[in-house]
C-alpha cells in the first residue's frame, strides 16, 4: 500500500492519529497528535477514512427529552372512590349500598379502560378498614387479563391501588 505524505492514517491496535512524514522501504515514520515521531512496519500502518454519520443528538437533549416522557408516564387515569368524590350520601345510604355504588364505579372505570385498550390505571380507595381495598382485589382476582397492587403508601398505610391490564385478555365486567 502506498501512502501519500501528509496523509491521515492510524496504527492496528492503537488509539490516535497519526501523519505519514515519510517512508523508507517496509517503513513509516509518523508523527502523532502531539508531535512525536515514530518508526513503524507499514503492515500495520491503515489508511484513516471519513465515515459519514448522522447528526448525533445532544446528551442533555435527549435527558430532557425521556424526562418528558416520564413525567407523560405519571399522567395515568385514576379513580377516586371514596363517597364524598361520588357525591354519595353517607347520610341517606347504607354503609353496604356505599359500597356497592362505589364497586359498580370502579366497574364502570374499569369498563372503560379496558375499551380504550389503557394498559393501567390508579384507584384511590382509601386507609380506611380495608373492606373496599378487599372488595376490589376479589373483583380483579376472578377477572382474567387484570391484576392489582399497592400504589400510593401514606403514613404507613396504602390509600391506592394499581390496576394493570392485559388488553389482549382482559374482558368488560
Avoid at 496504527?11 to 492519529?17: F, P, Q, S
Wanted: with cysteine; net charge positive.
Amino acid at each position: 500500500m502506498v501512502f501519500q505524505l501528509n496523509e491521515e492514517v492510524s496504527i492496528l491496535n492503537e488509539a490516535g492519529v497519526y501523519r505519514v512524514l515519510r517512508a523508507e522501504g517496509t517503513f513509516l515514520w509518523l508523527m502523532d497528535e502531539h508531535g512525536f515521531d515514530r518508526k513503524v512496519s507499514i503492515e500495520f500502518v491503515v489508511r484513516r477514512l471519513q465515515i459519514p454519520v448522522q447528526k448525533v443528538p445532544n446528551k442533555d437533549h435527549l435527558a430532557m427529552n425521556s424526562s418528558k416522557k416520564s413525567i407523560k408516564n405519571e399522567e395515568i387515569p385514576s379513580i377516586d372512590l371514596h363517597h364524598h368524590e361520588l357525591n354519595l350520601d353517607e347520610r341517606n345510604l347504607s354503609k353496604h349500598e356505599i359500597l356497592t355504588a362505589q364497586l359498580d364505579a370502579f366497574k364502570r372505570f374499569c369498563n372503560q379502560m379496558i375499551h380504550l385498550k389503557t394498559k393501567r390505571f390508579r384507584v384511590v380507595h382509601g386507609i380506611g378498614e380495608g373492606r373496599l381495598k378487599t372488595e376490589l382485589q376479589t373483583l380483579v382476582h376472578v377477572k382474567a387479563g387484570l391484576s392489582m397492587h399497592d400504589d400510593q403508601v401514606t403514613r404507613g398505610k396504602v390509600g391506592a391501588s394499581m390496576i394493570e391490564i392485559q388488553t389482549s385478555v382482559a374482558k368488560p365486567f
